[in-house]
């Protein structure tokens, strides 16, 4: 009996440290929309969570770890989304670059605070830009992955960070407001611009 108590007693504590990591996290999103990644502070995040300052330390070390995690959170999502039917591989074929320009601008849009905060904190923080390039690594290795076949400017990994840093540019800007074209046309630029790039048919 005494066993079994216990172990309710430890899921709920893991559950309910679970929702102050969850709540901590969307306040911290929230936050960084209004003010930005580098304006904002820790108790603004306790204070939007509605929790006590010393609860943000028992689950990060600092706002980078933070961020951090919420980037892991992203690119677990990302893998989802890789499995899914209809993902094109072949770089070859235009359709396959629209795919992962389609699918990384919807992520863009959707985790933009999110994005943005990265792109601050690396500026400020080498420490945080490498460790979240060995974050990003493998993604680069899935998109070297679509270039077999290809006669890419250079090695495949190079290749594959131009894509990635160009649709990160592209998003960037579009979303700052910088809406030359609809969105449509945009799209259609950027995968030509890529898939010409890249040398394919």
Same mark, same amino acid.
């Given at each position: 009996?005494?066993?079994? *108590?216990?172990?309710?007693?430890?899921?709920?504590?893991?559950?309910?440290? !679970?929702?102050?990591?969850?709540?901590?996290?969307?306040? #911290?999103?929230?936050?960084?929309?209004?003010?930005?990644?580098?304006?904002?502070?820790?108790?603004?995040?306790? !204070?939007?969570?509605?929790?006590?300052?010393?609860?943000?330390?028992?689950?990060?070390?600092?706002?980078?770890?933070? &961020?951090? @995690?919420?980037?892991?959170?992203?690119?677990?999502?990302?893998?989802?989304?890789? +499995?899914?039917?209809?993902? *094109?591989?072949?770089? $070859?074929? $235009?359709?396959?670059?629209?795919?992962?320009?389609?699918?990384?601008?919807?992520?863009?849009?959707? /985790?933009?605070?999110?994005?943005? #905060?990265?792109?601050?904190?690396?500026?400020?923080?080498?420490?945080?830009?490498? $460790?979240?390039?060995?974050?990003?690594?493998?993604?680069?290795? /899935?998109?070297? +992955?679509? &270039?077999? +076949?290809?006669?890419?400017?250079?090695?495949?990994?190079?290749?594959?960070?131009?894509?990635?840093?160009?649709?990160? #540019? @592209?998003?960037?800007?579009?979303? !700052?407001?910088?809406?030359?074209?609809?969105?449509?046309?945009?799209?259609?630029?950027?995968?030509?611009?890529?898939?010409?790039?890249?040398?394919? $048919?």
């Amino acid at each position: 009996m005494a066993d079994s *108590l216990r172990q309710v007693v430890v899921g709920t504590r893991k559950q309910q440290a !679970a929702q102050t990591e969850a709540e901590l996290k969307a306040a #911290a999103v929230r936050v960084f929309e209004r003010v930005g990644y580098l304006n904002a502070k820790i108790t603004d995040i306790t !204070a939007e969570a509605g929790r006590a300052t010393g609860s943000f330390y028992k689950h990060f070390a600092s706002k980078e770890r933070l &961020l951090e @995690a919420l980037l892991a959170d992203v690119l677990a999502e990302g893998d989802v989304t890789a +499995g899914l039917p209809g993902h *094109l591989t072949d770089f $070859r074929e $235009r359709a396959a670059v629209r795919w992962h320009v389609d699918v990384f601008w919807g992520f863009y849009r959707e /985790h933009r605070a999110v994005m943005s #905060a990265l792109q601050q904190a690396a500026i400020v923080d080498e420490e945080f830009a490498r $460790r979240s390039r060995e974050m990003l690594e493998p993604d680069l290795h /899935h998109i070297a +992955g679509h &270039l077999e +076949g290809l006669d890419v400017p250079g090695d495949r990994m190079v290749a594959a960070s131009l894509f990635t840093t160009t649709l990160s #540019a @592209a998003a960037t800007a579009w979303f !700052a407001g910088e809406k030359h074209v609809g969105e449509s046309e945009m799209l259609d630029s950027l995968t030509t611009f890529l898939h010409r790039g890249l040398g394919g $048919r």
